[in-house]
């Protein structure tokens, strides 16, 4: 990537990187709620979290992701760290493949991994594509069978189901067979564009000898035609491999997940064989693969570790954020009470000040799981009420010069019509409880 020397005034306000994001406290309760809702599904499905370095050596990404890739020919963050060449991770399997055989925790033995975290591409920003994103991501090492394909599938739509989202995705699904099969039809791919190749753009016709099967995913309009008519890499399928593929549709259709076979679906890394898949929506544009993934056999080995079946797939929260609030569920629909207190607490005076510090405190101890906000920097009822109101609370709870000397606390509801009342210690706590468990 190009680097370039600015200048920067020192009265110049300083901005975030292009394509880097803040995620700011009005967004963050959308992202908790699909964070802990897919770590949920994961945790019901026996997965194990494993925490990666954002930074690894470039060649890790060079040798999995493979050279001749959009990612690796052009979007790596990559810079010297005195003698050694380090790049910021633009994906998590190669780094979770890496610290797998590193650890030595995948030699005879099955490992269902997941991680979450920042991913970098230097790509060109749109709306659902930035150069800093946010990946959940999934790998299993051991299995070579079909099963855990459907497995990792079948996880996937209940989540989407759960966040409401199952409806507006489409699951796509391809194999690209054994490196045997895919090396003939490789050849096939090329004799047919070399024939043709008047109408390869500038692009296809240097993968035609670097990477030909990415001319297939190719999304130039102009090229569309020639794509329509190439051989398909599912005709040429070597006969484990097809037989893989059938038991993987059998399962799914088993399991009620409807699919579409999409012969040009090859995926923009190298090291995938066999099963490749895709849950697409048509709701976010150009930018509508929300999670993706796929079988990588050859990987570990290939890495240097001991041969090891493989296959996992990474979710984009950005895209899936967008999608839970402007695409196909409308933000007010989200459970999103848990991230806001279900109290306020108001103190009008010096005294009820220094009172509500300890008796929020109490309240707390008695009531583990309540969430309250106690108002801090004092200012009038009027002021702090509209404080509570912002804060999202359920209630307000009132203490001020009167209320201390009755040993009561107001209560006042902020979201239906009514009156204060008026409670002891004893009494909030029983009342707090029942809101809490309701
Ligand atoms: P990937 O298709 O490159 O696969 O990325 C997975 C998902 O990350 C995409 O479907 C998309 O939702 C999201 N994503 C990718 N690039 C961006 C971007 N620039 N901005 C926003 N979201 C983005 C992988 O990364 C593989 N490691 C998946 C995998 C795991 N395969 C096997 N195991």
């Given at each position: 990537?190009?680097?370039?020397?600015?200048?920067?005034p020192l009265?110049?306000?300083?901005q975030a990187v292009?394509?880097?994001?803040d995620?700011?406290?009005?967004?963050?309760?959308?992202?908790?709620?699909?964070?802990?809702?897919?770590?949920?599904?994961?945790?019901?499905?026996?997965?194990?979290?494993?925490?990666?370095?954002?930074?690894?050596?470039?060649?890790?990404?060079?040798?999995?992701?493979?050279?001749?890739?959009?990612?690796?020919?052009k979007?790596?963050y990559?810079?010297?760290?005195?003698?050694?060449?380090?790049?910021?991770?633009?994906?998590?399997?190669?780094?979770?493949?890496?610290?797998?055989?590193?650890?030595?925790?995948?030699?005879?033995?099955?490992?269902?991994?997941?991680?979450?975290?920042?991913m970098?591409?230097?790509?060109?920003?749109?709306?659902?594509?930035?150069?800093?994103?946010?990946?959940?991501?999934?790998?299993?090492?051991?299995?070579?069978?079909?099963?855990?394909?459907?497995?990792?599938?079948?996880?996937?739509?209940?989540?989407?189901?759960?966040?409401?989202?199952?409806?507006?995705?489409?699951?796509?699904?391809?194999?690209?067979?054994?490196?045997e099969?895919?090396?003939?039809?490789?050849?096939?791919?090329?004799?047919y564009?070399?024939?043709?190749?008047?109408?390869?753009?500038?692009?296809s016709?240097?993968?035609?000898?670097?990477?030909?099967?990415?001319?297939?995913?190719?999304?130039?309009?102009?090229?569309?035609?020639?794509?329509?008519?190439?051989p398909?890499?599912?005709?040429?399928?070597?006969?484990?491999?097809?037989?893989?593929?059938?038991?993987?549709?059998?399962?799914?259709?088993?399991?009620?997940?409807?699919?579409?076979?999409?012969?040009r679906?090859?995926?923009?890394?190298?090291?995938?064989?066999?099963?490749?898949?895709?849950?697409?929506?048509?709701?976010?544009?150009?930018?509508?693969?929300?999670?993706?993934?796929?079988?990588?056999?050859?990987?570990?080995?290939?890495?240097?570790?001991?041969?090891?079946?493989?296959?996992g797939?990474?979710?984009?929260?950005?895209?899936?954020?967008?999608?839970l609030?402007?695409?196909?569920?409308?933000?007010t629909?989200?459970?999103?009470?848990?991230?806001?207190?279900?109290?306020?607490?108001?103190?009008v005076?010096?005294?009820?000040?220094?009172?509500?510090?300890?008796?929020?405190?109490?309240?707390?101890?008695?009531?583990?799981?309540?969430?309250?906000?106690?108002?801090?920097?004092?200012?009038?009822f009027?002021?702090?009420?509209?404080?509570?109101?912002?804060?999202?609370?359920?209630?307000?709870?009132?203490?001020g010069?009167?209320?201390?000397?009755?040993?009561?606390?107001?209560?006042?509801?902020?979201?239906?019509e009514?009156?204060?009342?008026?409670?002891?210690?004893?009494?909030?706590?029983?009342?707090?409880?029942?809101?809490?468990?309701?």
């Amino acid at each position: 990537m190009a680097h370039s020397k600015g200048k920067f005034p020192l009265s110049a306000k300083i901005q975030a990187v292009r394509g880097m994001k803040d995620i700011l406290p009005e967004q963050t309760p959308v992202w908790r709620y699909l964070e802990e809702t897919v770590r949920g599904v994961l945790d019901a499905y026996g997965y194990w979290e494993i925490r990666l370095p954002i930074v690894e050596s470039t060649e890790l990404f060079k040798r999995s992701i493979g050279e001749v890739t959009d990612i690796v020919e052009k979007e790596m963050y990559t810079f010297q760290d005195g003698d050694e060449s380090l790049t910021l991770r633009p994906e998590g399997t190669a780094g979770c493949v890496r610290a797998a055989i590193e650890n030595g925790i995948i030699h005879n033995q099955v490992r269902k991994l997941w991680y979450q975290g920042p991913m970098f591409r230097h790509e060109r920003p749109q709306k659902g594509r930035y150069r800093q994103f946010h990946q959940i991501g999934v790998e299993v090492f051991g299995l070579s069978g079909p099963d855990i394909d459907a497995e990792l599938i079948l996880l996937t739509a209940r989540l989407w189901r759960q966040l409401g989202l199952l409806e507006h995705v489409q699951l796509q699904l391809n194999t690209l067979g054994s490196a045997e099969a895919r090396s003939a039809y490789r050849e096939k791919l090329v004799a047919y564009c070399r024939e043709r190749f008047a109408e390869l753009d500038e692009d296809s016709r240097r993968r035609l000898d670097s990477n030909p099967l990415r001319i297939l995913d190719s999304k130039n309009p102009a090229m569309a035609d020639l794509i329509q008519g190439a051989p398909q890499l599912l005709d040429h399928l070597d006969e484990p491999s097809r037989e893989h593929f059938e038991q993987l549709t059998r399962l799914l259709e088993m399991g009620g997940v409807s699919y579409v076979i999409n012969p040009r679906l090859v995926r923009g890394l190298d090291y995938y064989g066999r099963t490749v898949f895709e849950w697409v929506t048509d709701r976010l544009g150009a930018q509508g693969t929300v999670c993706a993934g796929g079988r990588y056999d050859g990987l570990v080995e290939h890495i240097g570790g001991r041969s090891t079946p493989a296959v996992g797939f990474a979710m984009g929260l950005e895209r899936l954020v967008l999608l839970l609030t402007e695409g196909a569920v409308s933000r007010t629909e989200l459970p999103l009470e848990r991230y806001t207190p279900h109290a306020y607490f108001v103190a009008v005076g010096e005294a009820p000040e220094r009172a509500a510090l300890v008796l929020a405190e109490r309240l707390r101890s008695s009531l583990p799981r309540l969430r309250l906000e106690l108002n801090m920097g004092s200012g009038g009822f009027k002021a702090q009420i509209k404080r509570a109101d912002k804060s999202g609370a359920r209630f307000a709870l009132v203490l001020g010069e009167s209320e201390l000397a009755e040993g009561q606390i107001g209560l006042k509801s902020l979201r239906e019509e009514g009156d204060q009342r008026s409670f002891s210690e004893a009494e909030l706590i029983d009342f707090l409880a029942g809101q809490i468990a309701s």
